[in-house]
Each structure stands twice: as structure tokens, then as C-alpha cells.
């Protein structure tokens, strides 16, 4: 996509991101269970088409590996990780993105994983694109029109995905077609629906669309559905596979016939429209959107969404504005509010302005745990709006399917905002009736105006949970029923801030109101300040079929002093037989003040807009909010800043001739902590002072590779210090700089990293990988002297597995204190081949190598990947290693990965690398979530299967609590034009465990094979052949000696099988393979140990002969 920029240069890059601990020690007694993805990669394409592909891994870490698409090798990249959070951001993204004109959503490449959008899981990146919407644009599909918001929805595929992001000018925005989760007696009673009923109102003549899961067509509530619709492209169509929509549905108007009437819906003669438009599992918003249209067109009077993302928005989302076209051709929208049960959490649609926002209560109107609450994020308005039942609610239940907690064959009992929700659509229903000709703004203001005021928070419940009872026979509603009386910027202005409510009565006499005032705090410890907000009236008199005003003002000049932040506001206008509720929210920022960056290049010109400039707020205080994204124009940015202390990083690119940001000089300067206390400050980062940074080595024709300054801060929490780092590194064609600089060692360190490579041709090849650290500053002189006397030096012998291929090498370091991110380039070698490595002493180093065909130009996935464990070295040390060595098979020598077979009270989690190399310090990497490893990992008891998952290496199963026996097995096979060997791999352990191991990974045997093979794992083909078998234990397990060992091998891919006279020598064991003329060597292996635990692993073609 052209944004009227030019890229930056770049590099494809590995990036290890732990938590706030820094990095974490090898090796640890025990298991952590419940981490998310633990062990798991999954490969990302960027709407760029870039791919980032992300491992989990043990100790909160994750690696991240990221290369530019196809044309796209010199665009860089902008790298931020904080708290379960990780953002990819090219360089050419930047300005659209800080513009506005793209969805932050594209670029977080964890929320990517989590909505599913991994290319394992599909080869389209769904987008939804404001602007040109009838051009058709290379690389995309159109999927659907959308025209309340006036966009259409489109899938970028992911094959061409460089080549839309380059034709895709013409769109004024484009977000991520983002998914929301679809997230009974008793509850009918509790919202007052019997007295609706009794003065006549079951919602008949009204339509409520469902827009959900779908329904189940032969259910007996459900006959009222008068037509369905299918938006998910699904071949069962409208029919319900989940079982959400059938439940919400019934909620909504069930008739109760398969219950006797005893799970009769809210609005039991309203008429339903069935909308499907979330999967098994997902809601695309496009599908979502476009079902909206449907019930407006199709003239429902409600809509019910109980349906959510999984992150809180400002209501500027495609889902929201939608919302708020929809309903001004007269549909009110009710909408969950989401079940993650945090604060300023409203997701999607409900933080619509239109929206009516449901959070739930249980039985005894306490607030549900899993509720969100507000206020909504951007403008902090209220929202959630209103409560109503959603613990426990039994409701219909779709035929083949097992939501919730099954009651019988025709219903189940599930919670959640989602079924809180279609309690209030339902009362809409009935008020809708009774009110035919009322805007849905009204229906809403009646709602909130007529709830029950909870004892709970503001921002818990809006305006409180529902009473359907009071607002069919009150006849007194207020409008607006919830607003705000805005935000205040500091220095507050002396001007006070007025509102009127409305007080409306549809009764035949006048109303005499009291109103009572609240005020809380923004913490909701207390009231707020005396005087803040005063109403203009003691008493408000409202006319029969007439309407009354009460003024509501807010003084800014009682809020001098008092603390910051988002307060609440109630009004309870009360009669002696009326009730009606209104509810107000204002901010008051915290002294803040306008901090602008002026931006010079090294000519002595403002930096230029053709060139793509940058500047990053941090904030050093975790109480402080995040600072917004910085546009910089002509070489200037300006952002509004919280009072406290902030790390200031700029990048200033300078042309040389031409701009191209390809070969433009980059300077990285940095102000380590500004302190935002008072106004006027202006920062000039000139680089005109930064220094060169580079590197000499011993080597007189080596060749700079790559250099990359890392500037490191620290955030001050009350629960720790979290260190983050950002980054900025540059291919040879580009000169990097960094402005001196000195800070507090405590606080901020700099890092240059480079790698340096020897020339083509040259008789052994070899990279040097310095990392040179600087504890608070940036050094007057960056230009280092590497010695090879002072350097660790690695003879490296690397071997192919049976053909010739491309190695993809990087090397991470762990250099800075406390350092919480590394990063490294990859570079291309042949295998097999050998080289020498040199490596700085005193940092960590941790290596990767991914593997793939000669004829493929990138890597496109991470296949074969061999790790290293964290490695130091020390100065003038040497060593050899070996990489890549037959015989492939599984590994459970290491949990740094987040891998092993464990035991967490009766469960157990099994993540096992399946095509890991024989030799010591290299380990595999999980290959379950790959496409092109396949299988199955199964557990059973006593011969019965206890369970089975579809992916190798991959497992969670129920145990007995008891001692009993079980079996593993895991299968995998693979087809890998790089590879010749290991096409299957089958592992199968036997054991006996109680629950008395829980905790505890399990003293499971291993075997690991070795033989002296050639660089292409080939042994002598006639001859008898030893090989070495390393048997022992699953690292970190309980100790259990081996007893005995046996091996076979195969020369016909496993169909007959030969014994190996098999040998021991203490803790050594070893066998003789006859070898016959040719062809491969498959290997089966077994061990037991005293206890009468098992290993057996069959590796077919696990070497060939030559």
C-alpha cells in the first residue's frame, strides 16, 4: 500500500521477547501449566505481506521470528512488546497507522493468533476498506458490500499480499475484519416480566432479529422464527451447530412448549428473525455487519448481539459505527458487553454510542465476576448501560449439540452477557409493543430511566439491572437516560457545563419529582468534591402526556485539587409511587502539558516528509496512561503528556542525494527521561551530534552485515520494574548514527549489535555476532575494535539431513541488563558446510536454524527448526559444534521451550519436538501447529482410549486419580523437499502415575541416537555400523535407572526387522547395524526402566548409506 512514502531500509529479524523478570535461567525442578500456546509456532502474514512467525515459550517468553515478503527485503521494521502484547510494525505502515488510516489491530501479531487469522488456519487476511469501494484491487477479493459504513469487505490473499499492500492506495481506511466470540423461569421473574405479561404485553407484533450462531429449525420454543438467513457462507447454512443462537433465541421468545411453559422466553409472541453469522467458533465482523443490515431491512424493531471482541474499543470500530447508521432507520441494538470480567473492557458492538450495553447479574442482583464494566475507553461514557439476569439461565438447547451444561435433550443452562442480553432484548420487545410508534432512543432512555439501582459501581451497571415490570406500568421515563457532561482539560476552565434531563410522562396525571444527586469518586471510594455538580430545581413537576426539564451542571472550580479521573454521577428522581434514574459521567484529565520533538537531520534541515521520520513516546510510570502515537510533519511532533516522567526516542532519516530511505543515514536520538511538569517544553533531537556507529574486527575483509543500536528503559510499577526496549537496525547501503547521551545507569542502557560476515568466496566462511553494551549512556565514540583473542570462537560444522539445502542461521543476544528482548538477523548458509563463529564474551547467546530447499528464496514457514539453549562465553575460548546430526526423533532433554509430558492434578500435558537432532545442546522446536507435519498424539488406559488429539506432539488428557497404567502414543509424519530423512516418527511410552505426581514431569525414558555419519548424515553402506544411544530420563524428572535396551533396524522402510546386538558400558550404550548396499536405515529403539516404564521410537529412514 503507497501512503505518499518512501520505505525504510529493514532486515528480516528473530526477536526473543520474555516477561518483566528479564531473561530466565536454564533448567528449573518443575512445570508451569496453562500457559498459552506453551510450545506452539504460528507463522503470521502482515497485511504488507510480511511474515512473523511467533513461538511460546517456558518462562513467559516468546520468539519471534519476522521477514519481509516477496520485493519487500529493504522495509524495516518498528518493534514494540509489552505485557501480552507484541507489535510488527513495518516502517512504511507508520504513518498511515499514526494517521489513522489503518487498524492498530493489523500489526499485534498475538491478538492475530488469538482471532485466528495464523496462515495455518487460512490463506486470506479478511479486511473491511472505507474509500474506493467499487475498484477492484490486485491481490484482493470483494466478499460483501457494506453500506452503512460505507466499505465493503474484502479478502487480501495472503500469497499476494505485497502486491494489494503496493495497489491499495485508493482506500481511505482499513481496518481488520475482526471476530467477536458468541460470548429461563426464575430470570423472567427477577426482571419483572409477569407484570408485563398481566397488563398485556408478550412483545406480540414485534420483530427482534437474533443475529448469532444460527437456530435449530425442528426446536419446539422456536416455531416464531419467520425467516433465517446464513451470512457465514456455511454449508449447514442457518442451521445452529453451536448452540448459542438456539439458547439466546429462546431466550428472547421461546415459547416454553417443550417445557410445559416453564422456560417460556421474556417476549413469547414477538416474531423472530434468525440470523447466522458466527461459526463454530468466530463472528466476522463483515458478517456481523451485514446481518445488521438484513434485520433493518427486513424491519426489525430489535436486534440482539450478544456477541462481542475480545478487546475494548471507543466505539469507532466498523461494528460500532454500523450500529449507529442501523439505528436511525429505527432499530435499537442491544448488545453484551463482553465476559472478561476487567474494567474499561467494553468491547464491540456494545461501545457503540446507539447500542444498549447489557452486563449481567446472577439470581441475587450481584454483579457477575465475569461481567465487564466501564467506562468505555476514548471518551470514558458510561457503559455498560444496563444489567439483567445471566448466571445459570436455562433455555433451549440445539438438537446435536453441548453448549452450557445440558438439563435435558431440549435444554441447557449456560451464563454470560450473552444471555443477559436477550433478557433486555426481550423487555425491548414488550416495551416496543406497548409503544409502537417510540424511536429506539426512546425504548433505551425507558429501559435504563425504569431499571433497579444496584448497590454496585457506576461503571458496573449503568443505569442498574432491568425491570420490564416498572417501565410497562410507571408511564415516566427520562432523556437521556446516561450521558456525559464532558471532559476537562487542565488547567480546568472556571466555565461551568450544563445539561438538561428530560422527564417524560405518558400517564393521565402529573408527577411530582424529588431528585437525589450522587457523586462518587473515580476510584469509587467516596464522593466527589462538594459543589461539583448542582441541579437548577429541588423538585421537578411533570404534566400528564407532558414533560419537564431539570438542569444538571458541572463546576469545574470544585475540582481544583480534588483527584483525576473519570467520576460518576446518579440522579434518582423519586415520587412516592415512581422511580425514575439518570446517570451522567465527566472526566478531569490529569495535569497534563503539550510536549512538542523537533526533528533535525544531518544537514541541518528539518527532518523531511519524504522520508519516514519517527517518534515514540514511552511512559516510565505505569500509572501514567499511554502516550498517543506521534505523527511528525515537517519535522516537528507535538503530543499531549500526564504529568511524570517519559523516555523520548526519535529516528531522523537524511537523504543522501535522492531521499531513499534505502540508503538514507538513520539517526536514533533519545531524551532517557523527560520529566512533563510544566509547559513550553520542547525537545530537539539533532542529528547532526550523532556518531557512527561501527565496528572493526581482526578479519581484513570481513563485511558489515547488519548494525543495529538498542535503546533500553525501564517502567516503574508497584508490582516491578518492566524493562522494554526499542530498536531500529540497518542493512550495509544505509549509515546508523546515535546522538551521545548520559542517563541514570539504573534506568537506561545502550546496546550496538552487529554482525559481520566474511567475504563471498572466501576458503572458510565465517560471522562475527558482537554485542557491546553501555550501562546509561550513549558513548561520545561508537566505533568498536573487536579482537579475535578477546571473542569466544565456534568451529561450526553443519550437516543437511540427506540432501543439499538452505540454512536460515541467527543468533540472539542477551547483552543488557535485565534485558527483556533480543533480536537477530538471518543469514543464509549452505548445508552442509562449516564455519567459524565469534562471539563477544559475557552476553548470552541463544542460536536458531531453520531449514529449507535450494530453490526457495525465503523461509516461508519454520520448518526444521534446531535451537540452542542460552550460551556465555568467555574471552579467547574455543569450541566445536555440530549441527543438524541423524538421528532425528523426539526430545525431552529441555523445557526451556515449553516443552515436556507433565502431570498437573489429573491432567496431563504432553508437548513433545518430534524431529529433534541427536547432538548435545541442540534442541527441537514443536512442530504440531506446522502444515507440513501431521499426526496424532493419543493417550490410553488399560486399552481403552482416553483421548486423542489430531496434531503430533500434542496432547491434554484427563487422568485417574488413582495409580494406573497408561499409553502415549504420538505418530507424525512429514514430506519436506529439504529432507530426506525421518519422514515418520512414532513414539509410544507406557507408565504408571498417581496423583501423588502432580507438578511433576514425568520420569519418562528417552533414547537418543548417534552414529559417525558425513556431512549428509550418510553411513558406509556393506559394513556393520556402531552407533551410540544416549538413554536416559525426561529432564527435571525423578530418577529411575535404565534396565534394559534393545534396538532393530530396517532396511525396507519398517516392513521386516533385524535385532542390534546391543551393548553396555556403565551409563553408555551401544549397538551394530549390518549395513546392506544401499538405501536408508530405519531404526526402531526401546528402553525400560526399573520401574517397568517404557520408551519405543520408530524412526523410519533415519540415515542413509552411501
Not at 609 to 629: K, T
Request: proline share 7%.
Amino acid at each position: 500500500m503507497r501512503w505518499n512514502t518512501r520505505t525504510a531500509a529493514g532486515m528480516a529479524l528473530v526477536i526473543v521477547l520474555s516477561g518483566l523478570t528479564g531473561p530466565h535461567p536454564a533448567g528449573g525442578a518443575g512445570p508451569t501449566a496453562d500457559r498459552d500456546w506453551d510450545g506452539q509456532t504460528h507463522s503470521v502474514t502482515l497485511i504488507t505481506g510480511d511474515r512473523v512467525m511467533v513461538t511460546s515459550l517456558a518462562n513467559g517468553k516468546h520468539r519471534v521470528t519476522y521477514a519481509p515478503g516477496a520485493g519487500r527485503e529493504h522495509v524495516g521494521f518498528l518493534k514494540r512488546v509489552g505485557k501480552d502484547r507484541i507489535d510488527i510494525i513495518p516502517s512504511d505502515a507508520l504513518r498511515p497507522l499514526s494517521a489513522g488510516r489503518l487498524d492498530p489491530r493489523l500489526f499485534e501479531v498475538l491478538g492475530l493468533i488469538r482471532q485466528g487469522y495464523d496462515d495455518r488456519s487460512g490463506a486470506d487476511i479478511p479486511l473491511i476498506a472505507q474509500g474506493n469501494t467499487r475498484a477492484a484491487v490486485s491481490g484482493a477479493t470483494t466478499v460483501r458490500a457494506l453500506p452503512s459504513i460505507n466499505a465493503v469487505a474484502i479478502r487480501e490473499s495472503k500469497r499476494s499480499a505485497a502486491t494489494f499492500w503496493a495497489s491499495a492506495s485508493g482506500y481511505t481506511k482499513i481496518w481488520l475484519d475482526g471476530r467477536s466470540k458468541p460470548a429461563d423461569d426464575e430470570s423472567n421473574i427477577q426482571i419483572g416480566v409477569p407484570q408485563a405479561w398481566q397488563a398485556g404485553f408478550t412483545g406480540r407484533g414485534v420483530t427482534v432479529a437474533v443475529l448469532d450462531t444460527g437456530y435449530d429449525a425442528s426446536h419446539p420454543d422456536l416455531s416464531q422464527v419467520a425467516e433465517a438467513k446464513d451470512f457465514t457462507g456455511s454449508a449447514a447454512g442457518p442451521k445452529d451447530e453451536h448452540g448459542h443462537g438456539t439458547h439466546v433465541s429462546s431466550i428472547i421468545a421461546g415459547s416454553g412448549s417443550g417445557s410445559a411453559g416453564k422456560y417460556k422466553g421474556v417476549a413469547p409472541d414477538a416474531k423472530l428473525l434468525a440470523g447466522r453469522v458466527c461459526g463454530l467458533q468466530w463472528c466476522e465482523d463483515s458478517a456481523v455487519i451485514a446481518g445488521m443490515e438484513w434485520a433493518v431491512d427486513r424491519q426489525a424493531k430489535v436486534v440482539n448481539l450478544s456477541l462481542g471482541s475480545d478487546y475494548p474499543t471507543d466505539g469507532t470500530d466498523p461494528l460500532a459505527l454500523a450500529v449507529n447508521t442501523l439505528t436511525r432507520s429505527g432499530t435499537l441494538f442491544v448488545a453484551a458487553v463482553g465476559n472478561h470480567g476487567y474494567s474499561s473492557w467494553v468491547s464491540s458492538p456494545a461501545a457503540a454510542d446507539a447500542a444498549l450495553a447489557v452486563g449481567s447479574v446472577n439470581r441475587s442482583d450481584e454483579h457477575s465476576w465475569f461481567s465487564n464494566r466501564g467506562p468505555r475507553i476514548g471518551d470514558f461514557a458510561v457503559k455498560p448501560e444496563i444489567l439483567a439476569p445471566g448466571e445459570g439461565i436455562v433455555a433451549a438447547r440445539a438438537a446435536g449439540t453441548s453448549m452450557g451444561e445440558p438439563v435435558d435433550a431440549l435444554y441447557t443452562r449456560a451464563s454470560g452477557t450473552s444471555m443477559a442480553t436477550p433478557h433486555v432484548a426481550g423487555a425491548a420487545a414488550i416495551l416496543a409493543q406497548q409503544h409502537p410508534d417510540w424511536t429506539p432512543a426512546q425504548l433505551k432512555d425507558a429501559l435504563m430511566s425504569n431499571a433497579k439501582p444496584l448497590q454496585l459501581w457506576l461503571f458496573s451497571q449503568g443505569a442498574g439491572r432491568a425491570d420490564i415490570g416498572r417501565a410497562v406500568t410507571q408511564h415516566l421515563y427520562a432523556q437521556p437516560a446516561a450521558s456525559s457532561l464532558g471532559y476537562l482539560s487542565w488547567p480546568y476552565q472556571p466555565t461551568p457545563v450544563t445539561r438538561k434531563v428530560a422527564y417524560r410522562n405518558d400517564g393521565e396525571a402529573a408527577v411530582t419529582l424529588t431528585p437525589e444527586l450522587t457523586v462518587t469518586d473515580p476510584r469509587n471510594e467516596g464522593p466527589g468534591p462538594d459543589g461539583s455538580i448542582t441541579l437548577d430545581k429541588q423538585q421537578v413537576t411533570v404534566p400528564a402526556h407532558g414533560s419537564a426539564e431539570l438542569g444538571v451542571t458541572l463546576h469545574p472550580s470544585a475540582l481544583i485539587g480534588a483527584g483525576a479521573g473519570t467520576y460518576s454521577v446518579r440522579i434518582d428522581a423519586k415520587a412516592a409511587t415512581a422511580r425514575v434514574q439518570t446517570v451522567f459521567s465527566f472526566t478531569t484529565e490529569a495535569e497534563s502539558y503539550d510536549v512538542t520533538v523537533n526533528l533535525i537531520d544531518r544537514q541541518g534541515a528539518p527532518a523531511t516528509d519524504e522520508l519516514p521520520q519517527h517518534v515514540d513516546f514511552n511512559e516510565l510510570d505505569s500509572e501514567l496512561p499511554s502516550p498517543p502515537r506521534a505523527e511528525v510533519r515537517n519535522g516537528t511532533a507535538t503530543v499531549r503528556l500526564a504529568k511524570g516522567p517519559y523516555a523520548v526516542v526519535g529516528d531522523i532519516f537524511t537523504a543522501k542525494g535522492t531521499p531513499d530511505p534505502n540508503t538514507a543515514q538513520i539517526t536514533v536520538a533519545t531524551a532517557p527521561k523527560v520529566v512533563v511538569d510544566r509547559p513550553g517544553i520542547v525537545l530537539t533531537f539533532d542529528a547532526r551530534k550523532g556518531k557512527r556507529a561501527s565496528v572493526k574486527v581482526d578479519a581484513p575483509n570481513a563485511i558489515a552485515h547488519f548494525t543495529a543500536v538498542e535503546l533500553q528503559f525501564v517502567t516503574h510499577a508497584p508490582w516491578g520494574d518492566s524493562p522494554f526496549m526499542v530498536g531500529f537496525g540497518v542493512p550495509p547501503a544505509n549509515e546508523l548514527y546515535a546522538v551521545p547521551v548520559q542517563s541514570d545507569p539504573a534506568e537506561f542502557a545502550f546496546g550496538l549489535n552487529t554482525i559481520t560476515i566474511s567475504p563471498p568466496g572466501a576458503a572458510l566462511a565465517y560471522t562475527y555476532y558482537l554485542a557491546f553494551p553501555s550501562a546509561g549512556r550513549i558513548p561520545d565514540d561508537l566505533a568498536f575494535r573487536a579482537r579475535n583473542s578477546e571473542l569466544g570462537t565456534v568451529y561450526n560444522r553443519y550437516r543437511s539431513q540427506g540432501v543439499d539445502a538452505l540454512g536460515a542461521r541467527a543468533v540472539l543476544a542477551y547483552y543488557l541488563p535485565g534485558q527483556t528482548a533480543a533480536a537477530g538477523l538471518f543469514i543464509d548458509i549452505p548445508l552442509p558446510g562449516r564455519r567459524v563463529e565469534y562471539f563477544s564474551a559475557g552476553p548470552m547467546w541463544m542460536g536458531i536454524l531453520e531449514q529449507r530447499p535450494l530453490d526457495q528464496p525465503q523461509i516461508t514457514r519454520p520448518e526444521g527448526a534446531v535451537v540452542t539453549g542460552e550460551e556465555r562465553f568467555s574471552k579467547g575460548e574455543n569450541r566445536y559444534q555440530e549441527w543438524n546430526n541423524a538421528v532425528l526423533g523426539p526430545d525431552l532433554s529441555t523445557h526451556n521451550w515449553g516443552t515436556g509430558i507433565a502431570r498437573y492434578g489429573d491432567s496431563l500435558q504432553a508437548i513433545v519436538p518430534l524431529f529433534a537432532p541427536s547432538e548435545a545442546g541442540h534442541h527441537g522446536m514443536t512442530f504440531f501447529d506446522l502444515s507440513y507435519a501431521t499426526g496424532s498424539t493419543t493417550l490410553s488406559k488399560d486399552g481403552a482410549v482416553v483421548g486423542r488429539y489430531p496434531l503430533p506432539g500434542l496432547g491434554f488428557f484427563n487422568l485417574s486419580p488413582d495409580p494406573a497404567s497408561y499409553t502415549l502414543a504420538v505418530q507424525a509424519r512429514r514430506n519436506v523437499r529439504w529432507s530426506s530423512l525421518a519422514p515418520s516418527v512414532d513414539t509410544e511410552w507406557t507408565f504408571t502415575t498417581s496423583g501423588s505426581q502432580s507438578g511433576q514431569y514425568l520420569p519418562l525414558p528417552t533414547v537418543k541416537i548417534s552414529g559417525n555419519l558425513d556431512d549428509r548424515n550418510r553411513a558406509p553402506a556393506s559394513t556393520g555400523f556402531p552407533l551410540q544411544l544416549k538413554v536416559g530420563l525426561q529432564a527435571n524428572s525423578t530418577a529411575a535407572a535404565i534396565s534394559a535396551v534393545t534396538l532393530e533396524y530396517s532396511s525396507d522402510d519398517g516392513q521386516t526387522w533385524r535385532t542390534a546386538i546391543v551393548g553396555r558400558a556403565g551409563d553408555d550404550w551401544g549397538a551394530i547395524v549390518q549395513h546392506p548396499g544401499s538405501g536408508f536405515i530405519s531404526l526402531r529403539a526401546k528402553a525400560t526402566t526399573v520401574t517397568g516404564d517404557t520408551v519405543q521410537q520408530t524412526i523410519i529412514r533415519a540415515y542413509s548409506l552411501r
